[in-house]
């Protein structure tokens, strides 16, 4: 029987693969569509861009960029507002990567949050104290899928010469292309928002139905 892979570094992405985020961010899209457009739009125009940077999916509804900045500061404020009450972690969130550390990997959140919000969610799940390293959206200049982030991951836990014993494990497309153009093994998540056809059209890796597949691969 072959033993499972003892990971030297495992990333993650946050929103929809650690954390459960995905109705907080309707939530707030909504809000942000009716104050600035009038109307409330389909859900599916959001959840195709999760996993990209907010500001670059609100270019996708503003009419310029001013309009851009105003649609920001409405949906950062109102998530604010609600974030504490809607926001936890996946089951198994926090066993996982106390058992990954105990196996010796570096782990890293890469996510396509401001930094500030991207810690207090983890923060709220219980989760900030496990991860050694957070990659947000201020730390590049370009984001998932750009392979920017997880290049930036890997060169900071000192693991740019052992890709093949990394694993970014993500809920998006986005996730999947960053992780493979980079250079590491992936893994899609069948719980955040994408149909399954859509993450395997991305060839990854692996599939993990729960968060503890992982530690069985």
């Known amino acids: ?34 104050v600035h457009l009038g109307e409330i739009l389909p859900d599916e125009r959001w959840l195709s861009g999760i996993g990209t940077p907010l500001i670059s999916q609100l270019r996708g509804f503003a009419q310029d960029e001013v309009e851009v900045k105003a649609m920001l500061e409405t949906f950062t404020v109102f998530q604010r507002g609600l974030h504490d009450d809607m926001v936890q972690p996946f089951p198994g969130a926090a066993a996982l990567l106390d058992q990954l550390r105990a196996n010796g990997a570096r782990l890293a959140v890469i996510t396509s949050k401001r930094r500030v919000v991207a810690r207090r969610t983890l923060e709220v799940c219980g989760l900030w104290d496990s991860v050694d390293l957070l990659i947000a959206v201020e730390d590049v200049v370009h984001g998932k899928p750009d392979p920017e982030s997880v290049e930036k991951a890997l060169s900071a836990l000192g693991l740019t010469d052992r890709r093949s014993e990394v694993l970014f494990v993500g809920d998006s497309p986005f996730d999947l292309q960053a992780g493979r153009a980079a250079g590491t093994l992936t893994a899609a998540v069948s719980w955040g928002p994408f149909e399954r056809q859509t993450l395997e059209a991305e060839h990854p890796d692996y599939f993990l139905e729960t968060l503890e597949d992982l530690l069985r691969l």
């Open 1 to 34: 029987m072959t033993a499972p892979q003892l990971w030297q570094g495992v990333f993650f992405d946050l929103d929809g693969t650690l954390a459960d985020t995905v109705e907080l961010i309707l939530c707030s899209y909504r809000h942000t569509m009716e």
